[in-house]
């Protein structure tokens, strides 16, 4: 692999490129580069999505029978890239990439004409009720209950950790129909609007103050029926192929972009003596030993792409490779540009922040969210299957490979 582009997958670049110098203003991007967490604050993630939907661009890996782009996978590596580069938005991929990909290979003829294309207008914001107190890596232990009543089934318990559900108004989530047998086989995949009786949504704020996960309540929650997904007690099977989706994506652009982010910080000049971080030794070689991780992860991505290109399936080992050591580097990107900034990462910029505010920042404009990032980003080893969990699926497949 000598990881040049065709003549035609680099015209393409040249396309994406393009486009986003075009559609992401300096105000744009700007309020993109405030974001800490998974995604960017509600009002800017449904334009950018609305821009997106116009242009023919908001679902890369759907197909184009049901509305996508119909890329081939080093296209939508591209577009991942650039995107990152440029700092756009950042979507909550939840109905993009979790519930489309469920319907498309689960759902009803039915339940794929309504749903498929309110995803892609952004009509339908999606959460992912799956984690409960007591069932996040061991989710088979989830005990929210949907007992079935006539024509619908009524759901009690709760989930936990629900990323932007107070801004969602529709919701997939697993519940258990069966104590029969395995854990795994006893439990079912549905579908509610948030706003149905009986749903509660209450606010964890996360390190940073911010409000991003949440608590959801399921008190007699009626669900039809006919928004089950799959047949009853196959929940199990459904959950494993959206978490497949999860997983994927490419970590090493904005681990970059994070690292260029360390970077500039080290470069400024303490205003008292003038002594520059840049020029300690030490910081040099932090910098560069992480540097050197990010471009190994950047390659390995290019080579996974490369793999599917020519057919070859991505495999559970090097999606969790990925993963695993995706989300440690850009965790240590993030934790370096905080320490470049030293005390300027320490002042309370809430002032500053506040959507359409003149009060200047303290330091450079990234500087004012770095901490935050840095609170935000020590979750990124947790959601999607923690590390740990990573781990131990890398070991169990590679041992099993060994034993085979
Ligand atoms: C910011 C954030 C957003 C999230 N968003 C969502 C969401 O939108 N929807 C949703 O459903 N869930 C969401 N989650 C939940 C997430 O999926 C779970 O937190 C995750 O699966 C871990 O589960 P847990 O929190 O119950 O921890 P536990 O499973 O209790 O794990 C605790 C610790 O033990 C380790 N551990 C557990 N089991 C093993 C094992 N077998 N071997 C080795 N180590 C192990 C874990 O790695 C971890 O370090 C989110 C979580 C966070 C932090």
Redesign the pocket.
């Known amino acids: 692999m000598d990881g040049s582009l065709s003549p035609e997958h680099d015209s393409f670049r040249q396309e994406v490129r393009a486009f986003l110098r075009g559609a992401l203003t300096p105000d744009v991007v700007r309020r993109s580069m405030r974001q800490t967490?998974?995604a960017a604050e509600r009002d800017l993630g449904i334009w950018w999505h609305g821009v997106l939907h116009e242009k023919g661009w908001i679902a890369p890996g759907w197909p184009k029978e049901h509305g996508g782009c119909g890329w081939d996978v080093v296209q939508r590596h591209i577009w991942e890239e650039e995107c990152a580069r440029a700092r756009a938005p950042q979507l909550f991929l939840?109905g993009l990439q979790l519930c489309g990909p469920v319907l498309m290979e689960f759902g009803t003829n039915a339940q794929k004409e309504y749903f498929l294309p309110r995803i892609l207008s952004g009509e339908h914001y999606w959460?992912?009720?799956?984690?409960e107190?007591?069932?996040?890596?061991?989710?088979a232990a989830l005990r929210t209950r949907a007992v079935r009543d006539g024509d619908h089934y009524v759901v009690t318990g709760s989930?936990?950790?629900?990323?932007?559900?107070h801004n969602a108004n529709w919701i997939f989530l697993l519940a258990r129909t069966s104590t029969e047998g395995r854990p795994q086989a006893g439990i079912s995949f549905f579908l509610s609007p948030m706003d149905a009786p009986g749903i509660t949504v209450q606010p964890i704020l996360?390190m940073s103050g911010e409000h991003?996960?949440n608590e959801v309540f399921f008190d007699e929650l009626r669900i039809p029926a006919e928004n089950r997904v799959g047949d009853e007690n196959q929940g199990w099977a459904i959950a494993k192929y959206l978490l497949e989706h999860e997983r994927g994506g490419s970590y090493a652009a904005l681990a970059r972009a994070f690292l260029d982010e360390a970077r500039s910080a080290a470069e400024i000049s303490d205003p008292l003596n003038g002594v520059r971080l840049w020029d300690d030794p030490m910081f040099r070689r932090r910098f560069a030993e992480l540097d050197i991780r990010v471009t190994a992860q950047g390659w390995t991505e290019k080579r996974v792409i490369a793999g599917l290109a020519l057919g070859h399936g991505a495999g559970s080992v090097m999606s969790s490779v990925l993963k695993l050591h995706g989300s440690e580097v850009q965790q240590a990107a993030t934790e370096l540009a905080m320490q470049a900034l030293g005390e300027l990462a320490i002042p309370d910029q809430r002032a500053a922040l506040a959507p359409g505010s003149d009060v200047p920042p303290v330091g450079p404009e990234f500087g004012m969210r770095a901490t935050a990032r840095y609170l935000?980003d020590r979750?990124r080893s947790?959601?999607?299957?923690?590390?740990?969990?990573q781990?131990?699926i890398i070991a169990r497949l590679i041992l099993e490979e060994h034993r085979a």
């Open positions: 967490g998974v939840a959460c992912q009720g799956f984690s107190p007591g069932a996040g890596s061991d989710l989930k936990i950790w629900t990323t932007h559900a996360s991003e996960v935000n979750a947790i959601y999607g299957g923690s590390n740990e969990i781990r131990n």
